[in-house]
């Protein structure tokens, strides 16, 4: 089996909304719903969880219900926590994919964020490729950028070769198996601390492999992101126009 998890249970402090940012609209659609979109359309998945947070579960199902025929929503299962932490909210939902499907050695899971929209097929159908292959895999894209470290306050104290710097996307391919055994390695204090869900992996001696990213693959946080994101979006409508 090949499951999708869309993580859209943050509250999206920074983008200055009353309601989390993976509810705000782009264009005529909430952004979790192109993310949904995304995932149906790839044909890619068995069964897509929606991780969201206890106190929009209702407002959840109301947008399916809204946006998706019956056939398609079968394939669209809630899961909920009131965690707000990506980490956590992973793992509630990974126990749930669990609880009710029982668990296979070659079961694999792809976990998105619900605020990157505009994730391809092709992103999602390589991340699966790899993680096949080598158990886990994410997403990610060369930095155009010199990166640099700060050791000391205000002060660049280390710059690394672009060439080899690479900046994480999502989604995150793994086996099934090998993830809940990674995320109950750890406290609970340990996983909301957590960075990223690969610094889970890497810290363990774990080789995370990359798989095709791509700029467009963004992921809307601030005002500006879903301003940039609206202009995307008439961009690409008016290119198939022609």
């Not at 505009?118 to 894209?141: G, P, W, Y």
């Not at 710059?159 to 391919?173: A, E, T, W």
């Given at each position: 089996?090949?499951?999708?998890?869309?993580?859209?249970?943050?509250?999206?402090?920074?983008?200055?909304?009353?309601?989390?940012?993976?509810?705000?609209?782009?264009?005529?659609?909430?952004?979790?719903?192109?993310?949904?979109?995304?995932?149906?359309?790839?044909k890619?998945?068995?069964?897509?969880?929606?991780?969201?947070?206890?106190?929009?579960?209702?407002?959840?199902?109301?947008?399916?219900?809204?946006?998706?025929?019956?056939?398609?929503?079968?394939?669209?299962?809630?899961?909920?926590?009131?965690?707000?932490?990506r980490?956590?909210?992973?793992?509630?939902?990974?126990?749930?994919?669990?609880?009710?499907?029982?668990?296979?050695?070659?079961?694999?899971?792809?976990?998105?964020?619900?605020?990157?929209?505009?994730v391809?097929?092709?992103?999602?159908?390589?991340?699966?490729?790899?993680?096949?292959?080598?158990?886990?895999?994410?997403?990610?894209?060369?930095?155009?950028?010199?990166?640099?470290?700060?050791e000391?306050?205000?002060?660049?104290?280390?710059?690394?070769?672009?060439?080899?710097?690479?900046?994480?996307?999502?989604?995150?391919?793994?086996?099934?198996?090998?993830?809940?055994?990674?995320?109950?390695?750890?406290?609970?204090?340990?996983?909301?601390n957590?960075?990223?869900?690969?610094?889970?992996?890497?810290?363990?001696?774990?080789?995370?492999?990359?798989?095709?990213?791509?700029?467009?693959?963004?992921?809307?946080?601030?005002?500006?992101?879903?301003?940039?994101?609206?202009?995307?979006?008439e961009?690409?409508?008016?290119?198939?126009?022609?």
């Amino acid at each position: 089996m090949i499951y999708g998890i869309i993580l859209a249970g943050g509250k999206g402090k920074r983008m200055g909304s009353t309601i989390p940012k993976q509810y705000l609209r782009l264009k005529e659609k909430p952004i979790v719903i192109w993310t949904i979109d995304a995932f149906l359309k790839s044909k890619l998945f068995d069964v897509i969880y929606l991780m969201v947070n206890d106190n929009w579960k209702s407002h959840s199902m109301e947008l399916l219900k809204k946006y998706y025929t019956f056939q398609e929503s079968t394939k669209i299962r809630i899961c909920t926590n009131n965690c707000n932490n990506r980490t956590l909210s992973l793992k509630d939902a990974i126990d749930t994919v669990i609880k009710e499907n029982g668990i296979k050695t070659d079961d694999i899971v792809i976990s998105h964020d619900a605020v990157r929209p505009f994730v391809s097929c092709k992103i999602l159908n390589d991340c699966i490729f790899h993680t096949e292959r080598a158990q886990i895999a994410m997403a990610a894209v060369l930095s155009s950028e010199t990166m640099y470290m700060s050791e000391s306050e205000g002060v660049l104290t280390k710059s690394f070769n672009r060439n080899k710097c690479y900046i994480g996307q999502s989604p995150l391919g793994c086996k099934l198996n090998l993830l809940h055994h990674i995320l109950h390695s750890y406290s609970i204090d340990e996983l909301r601390n957590a960075t990223a869900v690969s610094q889970l992996f890497i810290n363990r001696n774990i080789d995370v492999k990359m798989s095709y990213g791509e700029e467009n693959n963004f992921k809307i946080t601030t005002p500006k992101d879903l301003a940039f994101a609206e202009f995307y979006v008439e961009n690409i409508n008016t290119n198939l126009k022609q």
